[in-house]
């Protein structure tokens, strides 16, 4: 039997979504690290707001390990100059058989207003966004006309715009990530459910001991607009022991699902390992998903 071009769509769809139907999509569970560590990650206004030279390399996947589920790999390198931040995000999303790629270089800039290091920063992205089907992934007819069209569709630019106030305690910030889904509609017929289209977070850190900051509590609360899925709120905390540099942490989505995290934070270095499970009606069909990050800081005070 020949089949139709709706057939084709209707089959086409299927197989992007397969592997990803029935887990958390990667923009419903952000990488963990991007609410406390690394904030560059979906803010571009935070880009060079720590001295020296910071790298970060992260890695995040399901932890059933079945063809098509969803892998993300994300680094960020960037640059304090004076009052000028430079960065480099990048991020590789693998869900089903769909690979995205976005690259985007940064320049922000923080503005010093009083005492205790408050600054007023703000940060564009600018770089490019590529998808397209994995071959190898394809459990069928390669050949498939639809297939090769989707692969046909060029790269196309994109940016993401930010703000935020700092200082030793405090965090406000907001950011629109992907500004060509914010501000016009997808003309190349690409598959980007669950695209994040703003995000805002606030988080306050404070003493618990009687040490002049050895043990240390951040309470965090988030708002998200993803694209296909209603808003979202997040919740969470990170304490530290200042002395240790050792820090837990933990992040509940309105998703319904749960994020729990540890970390030794050091001079030249950050380590994290995170977990994130489903408390909903998924939880009946992946175990969740672990995430690890490692953070370098050089050239900066000593």
Not at 73 to 81: K, R
Not at 184 to 212: C, G, P, T, V
Not at 274 to 289: C, D, Q, R
Request: contains cysteine.
């Amino acid at each position: 039997m020949k089949l139709t071009f709706i057939h084709r769509k209707i089959i086409l769809v299927c197989l992007l979504l397969t592997g990803a139907a029935l887990n958390a999509r990667a923009q419903l569970n952000p990488v963990q690290s991007s609410y406390f560590q690394n904030r560059y990650l979906y803010n571009p206004a935070m880009a060079g707001i720590e001295q020296g030279l910071n790298l970060n390399m992260g890695y995040k996947k399901q932890w059933s390990n079945f063809p098509g589920a969803p892998r993300t790999t994300a680094f960020t390198g960037d640059l304090q100059l004076n009052k000028v931040g430079m960065g480099l995000n990048i991020a590789d999303d693998k869900e089903g058989l769909i690979r995205s790629t976005r690259i985007m270089g940064t320049y922000a800039y923080h503005l010093p207003l009083t005492d205790n290091n408050q600054k007023l920063s703000f940060g564009l992205s600018l770089g490019v966004n590529n998808s397209r089907i994995d071959y190898d992934a394809v459990n069928g007819d390669i050949a498939d006309m639809e297939i090769a069209r989707y692969n046909q569709l060029k790269p196309y630019a994109d940016g993401d715009l930010g703000m935020a106030y700092t200082s030793n305690s405090l965090y406000v910030g907001a950011a629109l990530p992907n500004l060509k889904s914010v501000f016009f509609k997808a003309s190349d017929e690409r598959f980007d459910a669950d695209r994040l289209l703003f995000m805002a977070s606030a988080s306050y850190r404070f003493s618990i001991s009687n040490d002049d900051g050895g043990l240390m509590l951040e309470p965090l609360a988030a708002y998200r607009i993803v694209k296909g899925y209603k808003d979202i709120l997040d919740g969470g905390f990170n304490f530290t022991m200042n002395n240790y540099g050792f820090y837990v942490q933990g992040i509940y989505h309105s998703s319904r699902s749960l994020g729990l995290g540890l970390g030794l934070d050091q001079r030249e270095y950050n380590i994290n390992f995170s977990y994130n499970l489903e408390t909903g009606i998924l939880s009946n069909y992946t175990t969740g998903a672990f995430e690890l990050g490692l953070k370098l800081k050089l050239f900066g005070k000593k």
